[in-house]
């Protein structure tokens, strides 16, 4: 997805769209980078069509909501995700392995951490579910994880987005 498709579903569906991209983003689908959907919502937010503070929990909603579903497909079916994930993207293995070291050794603050670096962010949350880590513990973890990162990029947007459209046009 480009910059102006992307602004164009904000346009048009607004919150909703923003809630819906980033609940994407955070299941790991292709396409919906963050560094791009985040920024975007923080610059929609400072254009004045959103609160700053709604399009922030809008996007944490979202992550959290996408981060639940991966949670849950580890949990209950995460050994054979996990097979057929590592059988197509061989290069991940050694990633998610250390992701369940990380998560089986650091707890809560593992997955805290863990939704702070790329690509580990996503994906921390089948390791979780297949460990069985406490909903309620993953919850928060994940939560103020969610929140520290998405702050950044959606805060970037909306003190700085309008330079960055200028360079894009």
């Avoid at 981060?67 to 991940?92: A, M, T």
Wanted: glycine fraction near 14%; aromatic fraction near 14%; proline fraction near 4%.
């Amino acid at each position: 997805m480009d910059i102006q498709t992307l602004t164009d579903y904000l346009g048009r569906y607004g919150g909703l769209a923003i809630f819906v991209i980033v609940l994407l983003e955070y299941m790991n689908m292709p396409g919906f980078p963050s560094g791009i959907i985040m920024p975007l919502a923080g610059i929609w937010a400072s254009q004045g069509n959103i609160g700053f503070i709604p399009a922030l929990a809008l996007s944490v909603l979202a992550g959290l909501c996408g981060s639940w579903i991966l949670y849950f497909i580890g949990r209950y079916g995460g050994e054979i995700v996990l097979q057929k994930y590592i059988k197509k993207f061989p290069k991940h293995k050694d990633i998610i392995d250390r992701t369940i070291e990380r998560v089986r050794t650091k707890g809560y603050i593992g997955i805290f951490v863990g939704k702070l670096i790329p690509v580990l962010r996503t994906l921390i949350s089948i390791p979780a579910g297949v460990l069985k880590v406490s909903f309620y513990g993953y919850t928060i973890a994940s939560a103020l994880g969610i929140l520290v990162w998405n702050l950044v990029f959606v805060g970037a947007g909306y003190l700085f987005g309008e330079a960055v459209l200028v360079m894009f046009n």
